[in-house]
């Protein structure tokens, strides 16, 4: 059985200054995995159900965490932690749903190449570097806004700022070539705004990047219970419709790597299920919400066990979205694809909506 559970989750709001990550946790057990370490960690002693977020301000919470934190089940083999760094996917989504239309109409594959990745990368390292804070933030919100609420208004905020953010002195030309990008896709916007369901929420995108890395892995389509929480309970019908896709298996993207997607989604039944009953998913909390914890800026008295939760094993190594090193997009430069994940998913889009 695979336990899910997240943290930081904001919806379609990417702009939220103080949950600046999203997080998301699984955890992988047997029923009699599970049951030895409730058992040899003394979870009844502990008498309640885990918390992180109620356990780290107080030694004996601590205490429990650790005991957690170092079990020897807690390893690779068995916790997959990820995470979406929201302000960078505000970049990602730009271009994959404004500039992505517009090439694509155009005959040109962004994915190919990586060259999606080089803009985003752009875009954010520029804007993170702009002299001018309040416009970079305007920009932002105004995409953002544009894509939860679609409008005229709405639309003509985002050009126009755009337009103001190009045209601004302190603007370097790098960053005013890769914004020129942007105009031109003003006449697709209603195709690149009209199907919601695959940008902004961030819940789909790790879930499905954290079974594909399970998949290979175990090569098991596991069982998935997720915490019966609001990002879950909104996408779980989406998730369905790719994990019931009526093809044959087909392995499809980029490379060998994290670029390669399987579909149909390689998962079993997926259930809700509360957190109070489930120990795996209040295992998956904790994992969740303490990589949440270690990755979002703090001044407070807990710094000392921020740092302590940075350099622990299982958090150096973690499923991401967010910025790609220079080595990341070098690779993904020279690759290409035996199939093509968006045309493979856009050829099946009838299998994806049968039921929904």
Same mark, same amino acid.
């Given at each position: 059985m695979l336990y899910f559970d997240e943290s930081g989750y904001t919806g379609p709001d990417l702009t939220n200054l103080e949950q600046p990550y999203f997080t998301l946790a699984s955890i992988r057990l047997t029923d009699v995995e599970a049951a030895v370490m409730k058992k040899e960690i003394r979870y009844e002693e502990w008498g309640k159900e885990f918390h992180f977020l109620g356990m780290y301000k107080n030694p004996q919470g601590r205490h429990m965490l650790n005991r957690v934190f170092n079990y020897p089940f807690m390893d690779i083999h068995h916790v997959m932690p990820s995470y979406a760094y929201k302000r960078y996917c505000i970049y990602a989504n730009i271009v994959n749903m404004l500039v992505e239309t517009r090439y694509y109409h155009n005959g040109i594959n962004l994915y190919q190449g990586a060259k999606n990745l080089i803009l985003a990368n752009g875009l954010y390292y520029f804007a993170e570097l702009h002299p001018n804070k309040e416009l970079i933030a305007e920009f932002e919100s105004h995409f953002v806004k544009m894509v939860r609420e679609p409008s005229d208004e709405s639309i003509e905020n985002f050009y126009r700022? @755009?337009?103001?953010?190009?045209?601004?002195k302190e603007t370097m030309d790098g960053f005013?070539?890769?914004?020129?990008? /942007?105009?031109p896709t003003i006449i697709y916007i209603k195709e690149a705004l009209s199907d919601q369901k695959f940008y902004i929420d961030l819940t789909v995108p790790l879930f499905s990047f954290s079974? +594909?890395?399970?998949?290979?892995? @175990?090569?098991?389509?596991?069982?998935?219970?997720f915490d019966s929480s609001e990002p879950f309970f909104a996408n779980k019908d989406f998730l369905e419709s790719l994990r019931d896709m009526r093809v044959p298996e087909t392995a499809v993207g980029y490379g060998v790597g994290n670029g390669k997607h399987v579909y149909p989604l390689p998962i079993g039944k997926m259930e809700l299920a509360k957190s109070h009953n489930e120990f795996g998913i209040q295992l998956a909390d904790i994992y969740a919400s303490a990589l949440n914890f270690a990755l979002t800026p703090r001044a407070d008295k807990y710094v000392k066990y921020q740092n302590e939760l940075k350099k622990l094993p299982i958090f150096q190594n973690i /499923?991401?979205?967010?910025?790609?090193?220079?080595?990341?997009? +070098?690779?993904?430069?020279?690759e290409t694809a035996d199939i093509d994940p968006l045309d493979f998913l856009c050829d099946h889009e009838d299998d994806i909506n049968h039921k929904m």
């Open positions: 700022t @755009t337009d103001k953010l190009r045209y601004n005013f070539d890769m914004l020129s990008e /942007l105009p079974i +594909q890395e399970w998949y290979k892995k @175990t090569g098991v389509k596991d069982d998935v219970l /499923l991401n979205l967010a910025p790609s090193t220079n080595e990341y997009i +070098q690779q993904r430069m020279k």
